[in-house]
């Protein structure tokens, strides 16, 4: 026992170090691209998804052909349904602080397929750790523990957004903690070298006019993102503005693409989270192997909890090309994922109305965006 708790602590340690390497700044070219909006292709409207059991869902994801649904408070945490027909796979996350276990898994839609096994990365803020697990062995092994486990610097991981494995084995993603920028330690966006173990920023963007405070910058230019593996593109659509970003990780080059007729939040003084008055766009996003897919509100916050506002779906294509946009019918959806073969779209549905499933599907057949 004495040797584990050694062992945890040494990987502990390793992790703070990993923190404390100088920091520095990325310089991103931008493009940005004004557009406006098409015509909407009509409204979709629902079907309930009675095979999925789970009630306290904190998230869904797509891993190759199976759902993921990650429930929020029950070990074992990963439960896996196939997508052709949802029937139930399996599951896997015990709970815990031990090799191999899990305290507060999550997973932002990266897997691979290598030689015939698909492996997916899920990160545990609980445990410091970026794991990634071979879903068959998962699902078949009730002693398995992924061989590709990486410490993540608690600074990072307990304030990150989402986290993603590059290919050049860097950490990145988007990043809600009020460290002083001044000094090189905050950011919209963050690169963590796994190698050199050295942390780089995207400074905040857009520019506005008036003065943000350090503190109000991570709700400020809060976003929810996605990555493309086979691009290397890291996609951003944001909370306060009408704003949707494609940063190349490797080329480091942006193209933001910017909603005409719309221009950024006004800050609330000495208030850095958003009242129910606070206008807010996207709050939901997606990334599909073909295209990136995001919730807009397009209203007050306030009507995010309501049952009465509904939001669209915004399609881009990986290169920053609106695709389409279509209106869903359901309020209150939280959660989802495109299924790009079967053209379906899942969500975890928080409306709780009185004949509706605790998730819900929508046929994107109709769409000319696959």
């Known amino acids: 026992m004495k040797a584990i708790i050694k062992i945890q602590v040494f990987i502990l340690l390793i992790a703070v170090i990993e923190g404390c390497r100088p920091d520095g700044f990325w310089e991103i070219p931008f493009k940005s691209v004004s557009v406006s909006e098409p015509v909407f292709a009509g409204t979709l409207h629902y079907s309930n998804v009675p095979e999925i059991k789970q009630r306290t869902i904190k998230s869904i994801?797509?891993?190759?052909?199976?759902?993921?649904?990650?429930?929020?408070?029950?070990?074992?945490?990963?439960?896996?349904?196939?997508?052709?027909?949802?029937?139930?796979?399996?599951?896997?996350?015990?709970?815990?602080?031990?090799?191999?276990?899990?305290?507060?898994?999550?997973?932002?839609?990266?897997?691979?397929?290598e030689n015939g096994r698909t492996f997916f990365f899920l990160h545990d803020a609980g445990n410091f750790v970026l794991s990634k697990v071979d879903l068959k062995s998962a699902l078949t092994d009730l002693n398995y523990v992924p061989k590709f486990r990486v410490p993540v610097p608690p600074s990072l991981i307990l304030r990150h957004v989402s986290l993603y494995l590059t290919k050049d084995s860097m950490l990145t993603g988007n990043y809600r903690g009020t460290e002083n920028e001044d000094k090189?330690?905050?950011?919209?966006?963050?690169?963590?070298?796994?190698?050199?173990?050295?942390?780089?920023?995207?400074?905040?963007?857009?520019?506005?006019?008036?003065?943000?405070?350090?503190?109000?910058?991570?709700?400020?230019?809060?976003?929810?993102?996605?990555?493309?593996?086979?691009?290397?593109?890291?996609?951003?659509?944001?909370?306060?503005?009408?704003?949707?970003?494609?940063?190349?990780?490797t080329s480091k080059k942006n193209t933001s693409v910017r909603f005409l007729n719309e221009t950024g939040p006004t800050p609330y003084a000495d208030d850095y989270r958003p009242n129910g008055e606070t206008n807010i766009f996207f709050y939901q996003s997606f990334g599909g192997k073909k295209n990136f897919y995001t919730l807009c509100l397009n209203g007050k916050n306030k009507s995010l909890f309501d049952n009465t506002s509904t939001a669209s779906l915004y399609v881009f294509d990986w290169d920053g090309s609106l695709k389409a946009i279509v209106k869903l019918d359901q309020p209150r959806l939280g959660n989802f994922v495109v299924d790009e073969v079967n053209k379906r779209m899942y969500a975890v549905n928080f409306n709780k109305?009185?004949?509706?499933?605790?998730?819900?599907?929508?046929?994107?057949?109709?769409?000319?965006?696959?």
């Open 184 to 249: 090189g330690r905050a950011g919209r966006f963050f690169a963590y070298d796994l190698r050199t173990r050295k942390m780089n920023w995207v400074k905040y963007f857009p520019a506005v006019k008036q003065a943000v405070s350090s503190v109000q910058k991570p709700y400020y230019y809060y976003s929810h993102c996605a990555f493309n593996d086979e691009k290397q593109v890291m996609a951003s659509a944001m909370y306060l503005f009408k704003e949707v970003d494609f940063i190349n990780i």
């Open 353 to 370: 109305l009185p004949g509706s499933t605790t998730v819900i599907s929508y046929n994107l057949s109709s769409l000319k965006i696959f």
């Open 61 to 113: 994801g797509l891993v190759d052909t199976a759902l993921l649904v990650i429930d929020e408070f029950e070990d074992p945490f990963l439960n896996f349904y196939g997508l052709s027909n949802l029937r139930y796979l399996g599951n896997y996350g015990k709970a815990g602080t031990g090799t191999g276990k899990l305290k507060t898994p999550k997973y932002d839609n990266q897997y691979s397929v």
